[in-house]
């Protein structure tokens, strides 16, 4: 049998202009409205954004999320 194969994520910086553009106003979306409203939208989109989308907040976005309110530092 061969091999399976694994999805694999793009690193932003390989992201389309159209797809850093939806994930730019994801990213605002989450910073304004929550996290929860920021993922509906992506799921209504593809999984990719889904996945971009947690990357960029974790990766990026984590104090300011806090600060903000929107996460616990408790999960």
Partial sequence: AGAVPVA???PS???SSG???ELKDLVSLA???GIATAIAKAQAETPYLI???HDELADHYYDKLLALGKISSDA
Avoid: Q
Wanted: glycine share 0%; hydrophobic share 25%.
């Fill in 8 to 10: 694999s994520s793009k």
């Fill in 13 to 15: 910086s390989d992201i």
């Fill in 19 to 21: 797809d850093k553009t």
């Fill in 31 to 33: 910073l304004e409205k």
């Fill in 51 to 53: 996945d971009a989308l």
